[in-house]
């Protein structure tokens, strides 16, 4: 994993990286606060920035703190050239270790943990992003993406089925043609497109990316933090008792999944053909 102080330089015209990670509770993310924004950025380069289960629990821990802090907003971003390239295949070295994990909740409290975040919530999406960390941009406030950056959802070619409550916002935020396309059919979208249909807030170029966002985020995060909290709340609020059930059956529908032979084989072909390459 590379040091702070090597991060910090290649990202010397990033804002939020001037302040330390948050005491070293962290394995797998860099968490810092500067300028009221509290940036949590997925810190496994090496691995493109992939979800392992350490992560998982980390994340939710990371927004359950930044929620409680004294920032007005907090942002969602990666380190090098990926966002988040999804489950780390370590994940599913075995489908029954998926299993024993969703027993703990681990990715139902994650879902959660963007459901119930209390502040605005941003994405900044320097690259790539895949799977989970797709789904999930549909429960942020806004993304804003590099325009190298795509959109990948490869539920079913993995033998399972969407989640992260994408069953129910991606056909609302891009209609149900053009989620179904995404969400059925594995389609990967251009940040362009993403845009275009709803999921993407704004696109930047890439070479002046960082500038542009954290130049705008700071001016936000000027606002005023509690009427920006009860406003969320009241847009929220319509739809949080929505959100909790969809994540509760799409969870329950992974499991399913997780045990069946079609899942275990998709599971089995996708490894082999990953230690191919």
């Given at each position: 994993m590379a040091n702070f102080r090597q991060l910090k330089a290649e990202h010397a015209h990033d804002p939020a990286m001037s302040a330390g990670n948050a005491g070293g509770l962290f394995e797998t993310l860099l968490v810092t606060t500067e300028s009221n924004i509290t940036t949590i950025r997925y810190n496994r380069p090496h691995r493109k920035n992939a979800i392992s289960n350490v992560m998982y629990h980390e994340i939710v821990k990371a927004l359950e703190l930044a929620g409680k802090d004294e920032s007005v907003m907090a942002v969602l971003t990666g380190t090098g050239d990926y966002y988040c390239s999804g489950n780390d295949l370590a994940n599913f070295k075995s489908v029954e270790d998926s299993v024993e994990e969703d027993k703990?909740?681990?990715?139902?409290?994650?879902?959660?943990?963007?459901?119930?975040?209390?502040?605005?919530?941003?994405?900044?999406?320097?690259?790539?992003?895949?799977?989970?960390?797709?789904?999930?941009?549909?429960?942020?406030?806004?993304?804003?993406?590099?325009?190298?950056?795509?959109?990948?959802?490869?539920?079913?070619?993995?033998?399972?089925?969407?989640?992260?409550?994408?069953?129910?916002?991606?056909?609302?935020?891009?209609?149900?043609?053009?989620?179904?396309?995404?969400?059925?059919?594995?389609?990967?979208?251009?940040?362009?497109?993403?845009?275009?249909?709803?999921?993407?807030?704004?696109?930047?170029?890439?070479?002046?990316?960082?500038?542009?966002?954290?130049?705008?985020?700071?001016?936000?995060?000027?606002?005023?933090?509690?009427?920006?909290?009860?406003?969320?709340?009241?847009?929220?609020?319509?739809?949080?008792e929505k959100l909790h059930s969809v994540n509760d059956r799409e969870c329950e529908q992974v499991k399913e999944r997780l045990h069946s032979e079609e899942a275990l084989n998709a599971v089995i072909h996708f490894l082999q053909a990953k230690s191919k390459l």
């Open positions: 703990d909740h681990m990715f139902r409290d994650f879902v959660r943990a963007f459901i119930d975040f209390p502040k605005p919530l941003i994405a900044v999406v320097n690259g790539p992003a895949v799977g989970a960390a797709v789904t999930v941009l549909g429960l942020v406030d806004m993304v804003y993406a590099t325009e190298r950056a795509t959109f990948h959802t490869p539920f079913v070619k993995l033998g399972l089925c969407p989640e992260g409550c994408s069953s129910y916002l991606f056909p609302k935020i891009m209609g149900p043609a053009k989620a179904s396309e995404m969400l059925l059919f594995g389609k990967k979208l251009s940040a362009t497109e993403a845009c275009q249909q709803g999921l993407v807030t704004e696109v930047f170029p890439d070479s002046t990316f960082q500038t542009e966002v954290w130049e705008r985020l700071k001016a936000y995060a000027q606002l005023p933090r509690d009427s920006l909290a009860l406003s969320k709340r009241l847009i929220r609020s319509v739809e949080k």
